[in-house]
């Protein structure tokens, strides 16, 4: 053999060998990614910390290292364990355990070292964490008509995040249902609905913006709040509804109801005792 | 055999117990003890470092950071905050000077459990096994970035062992137990010092920090070297120690250069002779040494 034939055969080993740990390398990633792929979701009960990134961001930028969970004053915080569901050494919290008591200096946010939790986040008003939704329509105490109403009343942002909504009560007939309407331009995402529920089941649950939220139609438009912004209808006004109505009478839609035209003329009397009267002097 | 089987019996008996195994004793103190200043605060209310290894804040005011943990999420898309930058950059800078792989030896927890595999596997006299080669790591590494920005996700923290274990000892164990476990079985039956030594990427990212690491430990008394083959034998990287303890005759300095040397000490404690001490990587053997006498005999 040749001093070159030499020379390329270990060239060739040399080749091999390294394609070797190479492949095996890129194996071991492959798995890698696919198993990502399967751990990847957040499962809908864990709640990243105020002024985390959307997820795909934050799994890129959060160096697991904890910071957050020590200066978390409520122990909310905790870093995902091995074999958690939560990717592991991540922070997340659990609303129904420990909610997020929303403190105004934000020192999770403060600690983070790598921009994992956004620091331009600086009032915790504005933090989305998630986004509660009465999920349970039917267990919910104010939705049976009762005065629960304790998931408004803990609400850090009472009246922004969540309202009572007065609703005729059809079961009664004659009560009003305070129905809990969540506000998502406030909402935060914090918990303490969640977590104060009185059934033993939360009816009130902080989920994921995503899996809480729908979404309008692209190309939908509210027209009332065109009209609003526009001062004015933006069609052409419908040909006016003819209602079949006696002469003399029109209907309003926006609560007057039956109205009688003042120049009308009636065969009745406007006061049902001249009818009585009429009648007394029509039988003497 | 028996030599080989209990590396370091010679040291023992000429130098005592102590002596040999102070440099060991040292590295597990200063393992234990960061380890401790970590755990002071979640365990007694004592706050001295928070958080774990991939970034810590000691004393409220410096930040440390894992230069490997930031370069993943480089490669993940991610701009980080300046804090993580200084901190990465301090610690950078300390390995540079002490040898990347001192953060093997003398303070990842991963290295005593790895340690202990390779004790036994000595005391058991355990010859099978994969030799991997040693290369792998550094295409493991060039995996863990490649998938990190493939993923946009730092992908390897799913599984690094070396920050799962730290993270969980302060944080919570979980189930990583079976990590350690794992680790263990696989260094004592599968491949001799497989993981810390041929595999794991976290190393060999520090180890590119030690290209001209002042601190190195040299063969500085080589001449006296009897082969008893101690310190190849306790050695993670044995591959280091022959060009500076059998390089006289080629004209190779007595520093040992090699990146990969953890500079862990052990080849002090269990040389007989003393060969091995710290130096520089300057370090120049002064003429007055027997060498040219030595070189010879080596050549004969």
């Given amino acids: ?284 | 055999m028996t030599a080989l089987l209990r590396p370091g019996a010679d040291a023992i008996e000429l130098k005592g117990w102590w002596r040999a195994h102070q440099w060991l004793l040292l590295r597990r103190l200063v393992q234990l003890g960061i380890l401790a200043l970590f755990l002071s605060g979640p365990w007694f209310g004592v706050w001295i470092i928070k958080g774990n290894i991939a970034s810590s804040l000691t004393l409220e005011v410096l930040p440390l950071s894992d230069p490997y943990l930031l370069t993943q999420s480089l490669f993940a898309g991610h701009w980080p905050e300046t804090t993580i930058v200084i901190g990465a950059l301090i610690i950078a800078a300390f390995y540079f000077l002490v040898g990347g792989r001192v953060y093997c030896g003398w303070i990842c927890l991963v290295n005593p459990i790895t340690d202990l595999a390779a004790w036994l596997r000595q005391r058991l006299n355990i010859k099978d096994g994969a030799r991997l080669p040693r290369q792998s790591r550094y295409w493991l590494l060039a995996m863990t970035l490649i998938t990190a920005g493939i993923s946009g996700s730092l992908l390897w923290e799913l599984v690094n062992p070396v920050t799962i274990l730290y993270r969980s000892l302060i944080f919570g164990m979980g189930m990583a137990g079976i990590v350690v476990v794992t680790l263990f079985l696989f260094d004592l039956l599968l491949a001799p010092r497989g993981w810390c030594s041929h595999l794991c990427p976290m190393g060999a990212f520090y180890s590119l920090l030690a290209r001209y690491t002042p601190l190195r430990i040299s063969a500085v008394k080589r001449e006296s070297c009897n082969d008893c083959m101690d310190c190849y034998a306790v050695c993670p990287e044995p591959q280091v120690i022959p060009p500076a303890l059998k390089g006289a005759v080629q004209g190779i300095g007595p520093v040992i250069t090699g990146i990969n040397c953890t500079n862990c000490a052990r080849c002090i404690d269990v040389c007989s002779k003393d060969v091995f001490r710290f130096t520089t990587r300057f370090y120049k053997p002064t003429k007055t040494s027997s060498n040219t006498f030595k070189q010879s005999e080596v050549l004969s």
């Fill in chain 1, 1 to 284: 053999m040749g001093k070159a034939d030499n020379k390329v055969d270990q060239l060739r080993r040399r080749f091999l060998r390294a394609a070797g740990q190479a492949c095996g390398a890129a194996l071991l990633g492959m798995g890698l990614l696919t198993y990502s792929r399967q751990t990847q979701p957040l499962p809908a009960m864990a709640i990243r910390p105020p002024g985390a990134l959307a997820e795909a961001d934050f799994l890129g930028a959060c160096v697991r290292c904890g910071l957050c969970v020590r200066d978390c004053p409520y122990h909310t915080l905790k870093l995902a364990e091995l074999g958690d569901t939560v990717i592991t050494g991540t922070p997340y919290f659990t609303a129904r355990d420990i909610p997020c008591e929303m403190c105004d200096d934000i020192p999770c946010v403060v600690a983070c070292p790598t921009g994992a939790l956004n620091k331009s986040l600086t009032n915790i008003d504005d933090a989305r964490m998630g986004l509660a939704a009465l999920v349970d329509q039917e267990n919910c105490l104010n939705y049976l008509g009762l005065r629960c109403d304790v998931c408004y009343r803990v609400c850090p942002l009472i009246n922004k995040a969540i309202s009572l909504e007065p609703q005729h009560n059809p079961r009664t007939g004659k009560h009003t249902l305070f129905i809990p309407i969540v506000h998502s331009n406030a909402c935060t995402g914090c918990g303490k609905c969640e977590h104060a529920c009185v059934l033993p089941e939360a009816a009130i649950k902080v989920l994921p913006t995503q899996l809480a939220k729908g979404a309008p139609g692209r190309h939908y438009r509210l027209g009332w709040e065109e009209k609003q912004k526009a001062g004015g209808s933006l069609v052409e006004p419908d040909k006016e509804h003819e209602y079949n109505l006696p002469k003399g009478y029109r209907y309003d839609y926006e609560g007057q109801g039956l109205i009688k035209e003042n120049d009308t003329q009636t065969p009745f009397s406007h006061n049902p005792l001249d009818t009585l009267n009429k009648q007394q002097e029509q039988a003497k």
